[in-house]
């Protein structure tokens, strides 16, 4: 008796690679969270200095996204990840030849326009590559590199920067881009053209095809067909409500175990690794969970909303975490957050490919993106004055408690089944 072919996993490495990206791109983004102390200090930032310097980024990251979905979707993801990546990297390594806050403004702006293109390449890469039943676990891997980014810029960078100055830190950091884009020209191309991807593999991840619309390549779908779609909103609000709450711990994070628990730069990185690791065992049991559901017979609507509305849960202990007596009782209690996070995430993150066309996903995460981004600007502005006014991070941890409830809720409102989107004038 003949044993059936193995069906092959290459698709996993690809994942890898997009997981790896985004870990870097994590990295370069949270240096300037973990190096405000020590700015602040030599150029006499105030909070609401720092909140514009956060607050150009995601201007830039709200550009960018709108300008480089459909870039990608056009160009494809090969060349389209590579460029972005070029761009974010320069930019990082300029941060380097500033000194003051109008430099770091402009360096920053041309980072965020250039990470901005990160998830409308990778989301639509896992389309292309993963079958919708592995999409979300795919997705958490990948999301996941954010944590581990997190997690790596608390250890590298206070290390670098305490022997060669802070300066040196986007240097080193910079650096790891430009192995990752040799890896990716060697190893990325399309599924159905790799020389890798055996045919029971390519198989599995076109399997979707019949549902996914006309394949890629055969036409675009234009921005007023899309800014229509009831599904487009959906997770465009959505991203508006949750993605400010990432940012504001990502960059805001440190200086609040630096004020509240008297961490300095040398001390706050192991509290910062353990947030983040939490939050990437939630990134990964966010994707997992809906995807075993949906292994196991539930409606893909019922299995990736039942998800987000746990993580939704795990955040709302964030409402207490100021009041946290105990170091650890804190980090306990933001993990749990950025573990939820995370896990929603994971699943909003498929949305766009678990209802639209596969060569509209990278134009919709845009859309989505630039929408988190302008609620990102908000948050800088509205953290920036919080803390010069106020002096505490309780207003803005009530803002993380009620986003993701809000963020379910419109979910619902405006796609309550997740059906396909239905998009007039389709394809020209």
Avoid at 107 to 131: C, D, H, M, Y
Avoid at 196 to 220: C, M, N, T, Y
Avoid at 235 to 262: G, Q
Wanted: proline share 5%; with cysteine.
């Amino acid at each position: 008796m003949v044993s059936a072919p193995s069906i092959g996993r290459y698709r996993w490495a690809i994942c890898a690679l997009l997981f790896a990206a985004t870990s870097i791109n994590y990295v370069d983004r949270q240096i300037i969270g973990v190096l405000k102390p020590t700015l602040q200090v030599e150029f006499g930032w105030s909070e609401s200095a720092f909140g514009d310097v956060i607050f150009w980024f995601t201007a830039a990251y709200a550009l960018g996204y709108m300008g480089f979905g459909p870039l990608i979707d056009k160009i494809g993801v090969r060349l389209g990840y590579a460029a972005v990546v070029i761009l974010w990297t320069a930019a990082h390594m300029a941060h380097a030849l500033v000194g003051s806050i109008g430099g770091f403004v402009a360096v920053r702006f041309a980072l965020g326009l250039g990470e901005s293109g990160n998830f409308p390449a990778s989301l639509k890469a896992i389309a292309e590559w993963f079958p919708k039943r592995e999409r979300a676990l795919a997705t958490g891997i990948v999301v996941a590199g954010s944590n581990v980014g997190a997690i790596v810029t608390p250890l590298i960078v206070p290390f670098v920067a305490y022997r060669w100055g802070w300066r040196a830190a986007f240097v080193v950091t910079g650096s790891l881009s430009v192995a990752w884009l040799a890896l990716w020209f060697k190893m990325y191309r399309r599924p159905e053209v790799h020389s890798r991807v055996s045919a029971g593999e390519l198989a599995l991840i076109q399997g979707d095809a019949a549902a996914a619309g006309p394949p890629p390549g055969s036409g675009r779908i234009p921005w007023r067909a899309l800014m229509c779609a009831r599904e487009t909103w959906a997770y465009a609000l959505a991203r508006f409500l949750i993605d400010p709450i990432w940012w504001m711990f990502l960059f805001w994070l440190p200086d609040f175990f630096a004020k509240r628990y008297s961490l300095d730069l040398q001390h706050f990185g192991p509290p910062l690794v353990a947030v983040y690791l939490l939050s990437d065992i939630g990134s990964v049991a966010g994707g997992w969970m809906s995807s075993k559901l949906i292994r196991l017979g539930v409606p893909l609507n019922r299995a990736r909303k039942v998800t987000m509305l746990l993580a939704s849960v795990l955040v709302l202990p964030v409402l207490f975490a100021v009041y946290a007596n105990n170091l650890w009782l804190a980090v306990a209690i933001v993990g749990l957050a950025t573990a939820g996070h995370q896990a929603f995430s994971a699943n909003l993150y498929t949305f766009p490919s678990d209802v639209f066309p596969q060569q509209s996903v990278a134009s919709v995460v845009g859309i989505g993106g630039t929408a988190g981004a302008i609620g990102a600007m908000l948050m800088a502005k509205y953290a920036g004055w919080v803390l010069d006014s106020i002096g505490s991070y309780a207003p803005i941890f009530v803002v993380a408690g009620a986003a993701y409830w809000l963020a379910l809720a419109a979910i619902q409102l405006l796609s309550p089944r997740m059906d396909r989107a239905v998009l007039g004038a389709r394809m020209v």
